[in-house]
């Protein structure tokens, strides 16, 4: 069965920056989109980043767009979000995902995110 499991979460202070990691597994991670989403305390889970199974195109929510970067590696079969310039907005639980068709859209408008992480507490101290 699929599986994702997230790492490099943290406590950092304002405007530093974290690496997450999301090494999957189950299935050929290559033929699927990855995706990054968040939940703060209190409100509901949001958008975050997402790249293409090719690792060709990325797409951002507007709240860290140009501040965080997501990446793939295919042959180690993980995908990583590098946040930088953080505040306390981006305090939250982070989660990694993919869909479950392979060779999809990316962008979460148009496609299902089906498969989940157990997420990583990220908190940015001020």
């Known amino acids: 069965q699929v599986r994702l499991v997230e790492s490099g979460g943290g406590l950092v202070q304002a405007g530093g920056s974290l690496r997450l990691s999301c090494a999957a597994s189950g299935r050929t991670f290559s033929r699927y989109a990855m995706g990054w989403f968040r939940q703060a305390p209190g409100k509901e889970r949001e958008f975050a980043a997402a790249?293409?199974?090719?690792?060709?195109?990325?797409y951002y929510a507007d709240s860290v767009k140009g501040r965080f970067a997501i990446s793939r590696d295919n042959d180690q079969n993980t995908v990583y979000l590098q946040m930088n310039s953080l505040n306390s907005e981006d305090t939250a639980v982070y989660y990694c995902a993919s869909p479950a068709q392979p060779y999809s859209d990316y962008r979460p408008f148009q496609v299902k995110y089906a498969y989940w992480g157990q997420g990583t507490q990220v908190t940015v101290s001020s």
């Open positions: 790249i293409s199974w090719t690792g060709g195109s990325t």
